[in-house]
């Protein structure tokens, strides 16, 4: 099985900063990386999927980069709605898997 | 409008066993992915198990042998059979479907809590 590790596990921020979350497999997943932004009592939303392709509808302050074992997103003018947990997803084996997440908070 | 209703959660002893369920509508689950993923309290979401239209099966190594993911066509249903379960095992289950990997509908979650 292919582990996710995400780094930091809480992110501290203001609005209106740049912040960057990082995510590390430990094998090469190529580009099929998703990212996920979860808030309290609801489904997980795609933000980010093969690495780098913003889904429709997402803001694009949001963008995600990478390759291979490490991949970054990045948000660039956190806005109030923004905070929340954020996972990666590897979708390059059979059976998926997340990073444990990264909450983002004020 | 697609739909995923799950069922079947509550609260068992260790060693016992539970069935949950989910219940599709507007779309197919014999042409679909279709997967468990669970959230243990105050942590993140763990990829429990996928099956494939193939029919072929997958499971994270801390349920094999003790969880199995199935369907039902006929009544457009999936299935988690969870045997032996542990305290290790207390989450929100959740189904989706997943299209080209990603998770593009989710259940509204299940609750299972393995307690004395």
């Known amino acids: ?106 | 409008e697609v739909q995923l209703v799950e069922s079947g959660g509550g609260l068992i002893q260790p060693g016992g066993s539970l069935r949950l369920s989910c219940a599709a509508s507007g779309f197919s689950v014999s042409n679909n992915y279709m997967s468990w993923v669970r959230q243990a309290p105050g942590s993140g979401l763990e990829w429990v198990s996928i099956l494939y239209s193939s029919g072929s099966t997958y499971y994270i190594d801390s349920v094999k042998g003790r969880f199995t993911i199935s369907r039902d066509n006929s009544r457009n249903t999936v299935y988690l059979q969870m045997n032996s379960l542990r305290a290790g095992d207390t989450a929100v289950y959740y189904c989706a479907r997943s299209v080209n990997g990603i998770v593009d509908y989710w259940g509204q979650g299940t609750v299972v809590t393995v307690s004395s």
């Open chain 1, 1 to 106: 099985d292919i582990r996710m590790t995400q780094s930091p596990s809480t992110l501290s921020a203001s609005v209106g900063d740049r912040v960057t979350i990082t995510c590390r497999a430990s094998q090469s997943v190529s580009i099929w990386l998703a990212w996920y932004q979860q808030k309290p009592g609801k489904a997980p939303k795609v933000l980010v999927s093969k690495a780098s392709n913003l889904e429709s509808g997402v803001p694009s302050r949001f963008s995600g980069s990478g390759s291979g074992t490490d991949f970054t997103l990045t948000i660039s003018s956190l806005q109030p709605d923004d905070f929340a947990t954020y996972y990666c997803q590897q979708y390059h084996t059979y059976l998926y898997s997340f990073g444990q997440g990264t909450k983002l908070e004020i």
